[in-house]
């Protein structure tokens, strides 16, 4: 029997709670996050142990390493494993969480957001200006851009999605109801905006159409494909 296992996450920003608990209930069985994987958590076979776990959000130079995870470790919390700005760690039942009023619930969407903010807003702004040269452009060139669209929008429509989740989680923190049922209605407006664009905003080429077919196929299919790869890879590996 495998002494490792993969088990995939949710994404945190979607389910980070549904993700602590699953993680929880898998130490019970004996298997122990050991680091984190690509969308998702390596497990370790051991002793059955309750385990809480919890997520923080944050960038921690070097220097400041070792008095970042002291601080955690001195509140009842180990250090399991670190990927980028997100450190994940674990405690036994009654700990005092990490998160214990809402100004940290507020920082930790914060910090959570910072880094993938900018980073969307960029590639999401490349990607409306190539839509504007698909009608300033003719022939190989128009294709050419029209297809760097496609492709750079199978990152940014996720990527905004992600987003978009992190600061409905921070407004719903903050108690701001106002935007948090805006966000909850923006699927049913991009749906509506989009059959708008395809019913009455299309040349004779039908180039928008295209465009927005081939985007909105590519930003659902490559991620179910990868989860579904993934997923699959690590069960025959097991």
Request: with cysteine; aromatic share 14%.
């Amino acid at each position: 029997m495998s002494k490792t296992k993969y088990v995939m996450s949710g994404g945190l920003a979607f389910s980070e709670n549904k993700d602590m608990e699953k993680l929880r209930k898998l130490s019970l069985k004996g298997w122990h996050v050991r680091d984190f994987k690509f969308m998702g958590y390596t497990l370790e076979k051991g002793e059955s142990a309750d385990y809480i776990y919890s997520v923080d959000y944050r960038t921690v130079n070097e220097e400041d390493a070792e008095e970042y995870f002291d601080f955690f470790t001195s509140s009842g919390w180990t250090h399991v494993t670190s990927q980028g700005n997100i450190h994940l760690f674990r405690a036994l039942p009654g700990t005092k969480p990490i998160y214990s009023d809402r100004e940290t619930v507020v920082e930790k969407h914060d910090n959570l957001g910072s880094s993938l903010k900018w980073f969307t807003i960029s590639i999401v702004t490349i990607i409306l200006l190539l839509c504007l040269g698909t009608f300033i452009s003719t022939g190989a060139l128009q294709t050419t851009i029209t297809y760097i669209a496609v492709i750079l929008s199978v990152i940014a429509i996720p990527a905004t999605w992600t987003v978009l989740t992190i600061y409905k989680n921070k407004w719903k923190a903050e108690g701001r109801i106002g935007l948090v049922r805006f966000m909850k209605s923006l699927p049913a407006l991009f749906l509506i905006l989009g059959f708008t664009i395809i019913l009455f905003i299309t040349d004779d080429s039908g180039s928008i159409v295209g465009i927005l077919t081939s985007m909105l196929i590519g930003a659902v299919a490559l991620p179910l494909a990868i989860w579904c790869f993934m997923s699959l890879y690590y069960k025959w590996k097991a």
